[in-house]
């Protein structure tokens, strides 16, 4: 069943995710706005936006959910070259909307985007907001690499990556990994699984299982605001992670 939210206020609690259709997988409710109120809640509950031009905003909370856990990122013996010798920095937070562009460029077999411009600026309120976050990855002062997502709590729910040159996104994904394991974070939401993501480590748990663990990680109520470092820095490897080869 599909709920319509046109009539709901932003801060009205979403239908509950279980009753989300099977197919297409996770799709639960469509219309609403995308106020940084509306988005926050949808985050808690394990919900997320995601439609093309043209459609109304459809909200989704598929099943199995795609996650990753930080102390679980999948360093191979290629990434651990390139984060050592490949001449990249990492930053956070310097560039959000150029990262958004760049997430929102064409990309080679595929039309056009889901990161409509009403899109882009609602993480814009966010980010302004402290509750979005950027990593940017640069080489010779060019940005080359980068992914934004959402953090409540200990819970980092990705949105987005893209990468100019090779290892570049996952360079930024290993830089997010350093950070949040130093500042406590227990997940990474990664939405629906690729082959990409489940080559860095991510993998697949039942919603109900996720859902428990936003109850638990996503509630805490640490203040929201930029993320600081003395950024840009040389990229590095995360320590305490597995090193399994590639």
């Known amino acids: 069943m599909l709920y319509l ?4 206020p932003p801060s009205a609690p979403f239908p509950d995710p279980a009753r989300a259709e099977q197919e297409p997988n996770g799709l639960l409710a469509f219309g609403g706005d995308l106020s940084p109120v509306r988005l926050l809640n949808a985050y ?30 999948r360093v191979t013996r290629s990434l651990h070259k390139s984060l050592r010798n490949g ?18 460029a064409p990309r080679e077999g595929t039309q056009g985007t889901w990161i409509t411009p009403e899109m882009a600026t609602a993480y814009a309120r966010l980010a302004a907001a402290g509750h979005a976050h950027s990593v940017e990855v640069w080489r010779d002062n060019e940005l080359v690499g980068g992914l934004y997502g959402v953090a409540l709590g200990r819970v980092f729910f990705g949105e987005s990556m893209f990468s100019r040159v090779r290892d570049a996104s996952k360079i930024a994904l290993a830089h997010l990994v350093d950070r949040l394991l130093q500042a406590g974070f227990r997940l990474i939401d990664c939405q629906v699984a ?14 109900r299982e996720f859902n428990r663990m936003l109850e638990r990680w996503a509630m805490e109520a640490d203040p929201p605001g930029a993320w600081t470092a003395p950024d840009p820095r040389p990229a590095r490897v995360p320590a305490t992670l597995d090193r399994r080869g590639g």
């Open 5 to 8: 939210l046109d009539a709901t």
């Open 87 to 104: 001449g990249f920095l990492a930053s956070v937070d310097r560039a959000f909307e150029a990262v958004v562009e760049a997430c929102a």
């Open 194 to 207: 690729s082959a990409h993501l489940t080559s860095l480590g991510a993998e697949l748990i039942p919603r």
């Open 44 to 73: 808690r509950a394990g919900i997320f936006p995601w439609y093309g031009p043209g459609q109304p905003i459809l909200w989704w909370s598929p099943d199995p959910r795609t996650v990753l856990y930080p102390e679980r990122l």
